[in-house]
């Protein structure tokens, strides 16, 4: 399939990414097929979508958007429970749901049997190998990996993953439509956490190490990393972003097929998601909170 070809784009999962990878494919112009597992998950992502903290009434706010051109948008997204309605005529695959292997691959086998032999399939995984996540499905070669960054809508790089069995044509299509969406593509091979993650992993786990060890508060992390590097944010902020769950699995999956220390997940990481601290509700549908909820940003 070439990219002139893709009418449809189907997004698994509508969860922070979903509903960011939804949003950004409708604003393209492309219609949209989104599932989740409840009715109610998919009105508020609808919701998030237009009024959220990146939807669309933020981008009439900033003037980068008409007024009317907000329910254009919305009409392009047709939401559903039902694999049969979403699998109907769609193109390419964008796989959204949590960072769990055995979950996707279930999800793939679904999907493997329910859509048309022609549909591309692609996994917004943080890390799992997308290897891995083909051995699911008959159509190997038509499968790859396209990783978003958080927020969706406004992160400029997808990071395109060639796992052993992707075809010359397949990658191509994930190139073209990612740079039609308004994204840098970035070609990388196969590994547990590509390079994004297995950058940002290393990176957030040291940060929770030097405050388990009593070096400075989580408040005092955050702004020293802006002050001291210019990030956006710390790594603090940008786990309550992300959610606390999904760094948890990242972790465990990286760690899991490495060894290296470096990936092994803080206990105090698991300890708040055992506790339902997943990150800031705001971005995190049925979290109780994030790591300034917590620690109230000062406390060990
Ligand atoms: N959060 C981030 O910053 C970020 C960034 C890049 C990539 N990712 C990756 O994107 C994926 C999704 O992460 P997220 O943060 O959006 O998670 P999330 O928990 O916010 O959303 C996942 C959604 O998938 C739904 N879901 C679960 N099982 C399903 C099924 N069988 N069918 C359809 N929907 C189902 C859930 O109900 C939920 O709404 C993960 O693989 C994650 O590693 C996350």
């Known amino acids: 399939m070439k990219v002139e ?11 922070i990414m979903g509903r960011g990878i939804a949003q950004t494919c409708a604003q393209a112009g492309y219609t949209v097929h989104l599932i989740d597992v409840k009715e109610e998950l998919l009105e508020k992502a609808l919701k998030l979508i237009k009024e959220g903290p990146f939807g669309l009434a933020t981008l009439v706010e900033k003037g ?18 039902d694999y049969n309605i979403f699998c109907k005529d769609v193109d390419i695959i964008i796989e959204a749901v949590p960072e769990d292997a055995e979950l996707k691959k279930k999800v793939f086998k679904i999907l493997d049997e329910k859509c048309p032999e022609k549909t591309v399939f692609t996994s917004n995984t943080s890390g799992i190998m997308i290897t891995e996540l083909a051995t699911a499905v008959k159509r ?6 396209m990783h978003w960054f ?26 073209d439509l990612s740079r039609r969406l308004g994204k840098t593509p970035i070609e990388v091979k196969d590994g547990p956490g590509f390079y994004t993650t297995r950058f940002i992993a290393a990176y957030l786990f040291e940060a929770i190490r030097i405050f388990e060890e009593g070096i400075a508060d989580i408040q005092s992390i955050d702004e020293m990393t802006k002050l001291a590097f210019r990030h956006p944010m710390g790594p603090f902020e940008l786990m309550d972003l992300i959610g606390l769950d999904t760094a948890l699995h990242i972790g465990e999956y990286i760690y899991g097929l490495t060894g290296e220390p470096q990936y092994k997940p803080p206990l105090t990481l698991r300890r708040l998601v055992l506790s339902g601290y997943l990150g800031d509700p705001k971005y995190k549908v049925g979290s109780v909170g994030g790591w300034r909820t917590y620690y109230g940003g000062s406390q060990r």
């Open 5 to 15: 070809d893709v009418k449809v784009i189907g997004i698994v999962g509508a969860g």
């Open 150 to 175: 958080n927020p969706a809508p406004v992160m400029p790089l997808i990071e395109v993953v060639r796992g052993s069995l992707t075809s010359e044509e397949t990658l191509k299509l994930v190139i």
């Open 140 to 145: 190997k070669e038509k499968f790859a990996g």
């Open 64 to 81: 980068r958007l008409r007024e009317e051109q907000i329910e254009e948008i919305m009409r392009k997204i047709e939401t559903t429970t």
